[in-house]
């Protein structure tokens, strides 16, 4: 894994002297100033770039992606993984059972309508009880910790939904489940933001996030082949295997590091200089790359001890930068989940309004978005350190409503012709309901493949857009001693919209099927403008860099700066150049 974090598309932004940059002492140390004298040598290149000390870093501290180190930090990036498995196999978990007989045999909560509100939402409001809980055990106890209690919640919850015989038995096993999502999915990104190095980081935090995948394709799978087991088994068995990732989390935890910002925050900064030098610096302590996070970090945690004060969040509010960087959390907390990626939930119910009717089709075709939408995340994850964050969330959430606004135009065509065909089948005597199951037989087909063509494309542009995001800005926004603090409050936000979708969706599509998403169309527009006029540019520069960056009086503008460096042939950064 590499990459130089190179701008070549920031030309049109003006340029920023290095002495406009601070910390100031690490560019001195790590590449001299100039104004250009070294740029005249054979094969040198004038290379623009958002922080100049940390791209000539990672040119001339090469980590080896297959050391025995690196594969470690492979690894615990995996266990983080892991934890949105979790998360993400609940996605498309209850998806699948709802559409199953045997679990509406036991329970009769219909596909929509009240009672699968409750189910879907009661997951929601366990991790919003759970967020505060969450930022306390990994601020105080570490992240590892937090992974590892968080599991136990899941396996618990697991358990109570996996044997209920009462609907009240399985909306109490939701609950806590949510609980644990919470407290996992706090802890995880964290840790996988704090270890990976500078230049790995948007890839690194991506796949964390990319997690979601990794739990909702293999619940889509289980809960169809599940599908044609004729007991109660056919849904208890997708229940049980929630736990599983789990049950790798919790055994794999006691063989990770620390997070190096953790240490760093809590006093322990031996530990913390040695995971550097051990994981960022090859081994060699006066790595350039380790010297200059080891004081960028030491200079960005705060010794007021507000991380120790579990009520005290008015860090994240009180403050110019505090604001700013909540802006962030804020629009990819809501956004990430009010974009129409919420209808997911009720895909079985959406693939009905557009014409497909049999329960094992939806679930094959629960299949196929989750798998292509999971393309559509990791071909952004492996170009997330490359690609500029606003940009990709700019143009990415206007495509989505023009997908949206697609699919909705042919629904709508598909609607008339399916209330036609309806009525066409009740003046041949058909009774109404067969009237309604037979309608299809007088709709254009090329209409409904049309709708489903248009939100299986907004799937994958979603999921291109915001799922490695999801993971990368709250991280990014927030420095390491509220980071804990502002992703509970994430969380909590995320779980908040998930509760309007889970709860809102089913009734919604219930009373107006189709017209409900275009409330996301004109939504969507409304998140493209906002991204525009406050989204800040994280990609470049190293997490305390950023202090600098949210500190300006107009940080979208100050992020969008960038300073020149001379590269020479053999790739050794020669000079920053000062205006």
């Known amino acids: 894994m590499s990459s130089h974090g190179s701008h070549d598309g920031a030309s049109t932004e003006k340029h920023l002297a290095t002495h406009d940059i601070a910390p100031t002492h690490d560019a001195i140390k790590i ?68 559409a199953m007989d045997k679990f509406q045999n036991q329970f009769h909560t219909g596909d929509t309508g009240p009672k699968v509100s409750v189910i879907f939402s009661l997951y929601t409001v366990g991790a919003m009880v759970g967020a505060p809980f969450a930022a306390i055990l990994s601020d105080r106890f570490g992240r590892k910790k937090g992974m590892f209690i968080g599991g136990i919640f899941i396996i618990v919850g697991s358990i109570i939904v996996a044997s209920s015989s009462k609907l009240a038995q399985f909306v109490v096993g939701r609950f806590v489940l949510g609980l644990g999502i919470a407290i996992m999915t706090v802890a995880a990104p964290a840790y996988s933001i704090e270890i990976a190095p500078p230049h790995w980081r948007g890839r690194c935090t991506g796949f964390y996030n990319c997690g979601w995948f990794g739990g909702s394709i293999p619940a889509a799978c289980i809960t169809y082949g599940c599908y044609f087991i004729k007991s109660n088994w056919s ?7 929630q736990a599983f990732t789990c049950l790798i989390v919790m055994s794999s935890v006691f063989f990770l590091p620390e997070s190096p910002r953790f ?3 809590n006093g322990r900064d031996a530990e913390a200089v040695a995971f550097l030098v051990k994981y960022h610096g090859n081994g060699d302590p006066n790595s350039k790359l380790v010297l200059l996070e080891t004081e960028e970090m030491r200079d960005g ?11 005290d969040y008015r860090p994240l509010f009180m403050t110019h930068s505090g604001r700013w960087r909540m802006a962030q959390v804020l629009m990819i907390s809501i956004f990430g989940q009010f974009s129409g990626n919420g209808l997911g939930y009720f895909n079985t119910v959406i693939f009905k309004n557009i014409g497909v009717t049999s329960t094992s089709q939806q679930l094959a075709y629960n299949i196929l978005n989750s798998v292509i939408s999971a393309i559509g995340a990791l071909t952004a994850v492996s170009m997330t350190d490359r690609m500029p964050r606003r940009a990709v969330l700019i143009i990415g959430t206007f495509m989505c409503a023009a997908a949206l606004a697609t699919n909705s135009g042919l629904s709508a065509t598909l609607d008339k012709q399916t209330q036609r065909g309806t009525q066409i089948n009740l003046n041949q005597g058909m009774n109404e309901q067969d009237a309604k199951d037979n309608a299809y037989l007088h709709v254009d087909s090329n209409y409904a493949k049309g709708a489903l063509a248009a939100y299986f494309l907004f799937n994958v542009i979603f999921s291109f857009t915001y799922t490695p995001l999801q993971g990368v800005i709250p991280t990014e926004a927030l420095e ?91 790739g050794h950064v020669s000079e920053a150049i000062v205006a």
Not at 533 to 550: A, D, H, K
Request: some cysteine.
């Open 31 to 98: 590449v001299p100033k100039g104004h250009g004298q070294t740029a005249t040598k054979p094969g040198a290149q004038e290379k623009e770039v958002r922080n100049a000390a940390l791209f000539a870093a990672i040119k001339e501290s090469n980590i080896k992606p297959w050391s025995k180190e690196s594969i470690h930090l492979y690894f615990a990036i995996f266990v983080a993984f892991c934890c949105a498995c979790a998360n993400g196999y609940d996605g498309s978990l209850m998806t699948g059972i709802i």
């Open 235 to 241: 849904w208890r068995i997708p229940l049980i295997l």
């Open 263 to 265: 240490l760093f925050a």
């Open 301 to 311: 945690i705060r010794t007021d001890g507000v991380d120790k004060v579990w009520w």
């Open 480 to 570: 390491t001693t509220i980071r804990g603090k502002g992703l509970a409050l994430s969380g909590f936000i995320v779980n908040a919209m998930g509760f309007i979708n889970q709860f809102a969706g089913p009734i919604a599509l219930h009373n107006i099927g189709y017209k409900y998403i275009f409330v996301f169309v004109g939504w969507d527009l409304i998140e493209t403008v906002a991204w525009y006029f406050f989204g800040v540019e994280s990609q470049g520069r190293t997490l305390e860099q950023l202090e600098w960056v949210y500190d300006q009086p107009n940080p979208v503008k100050a992020s969008l700066k960038v300073e020149k460096v001379v590269v020479q042939a053999d």
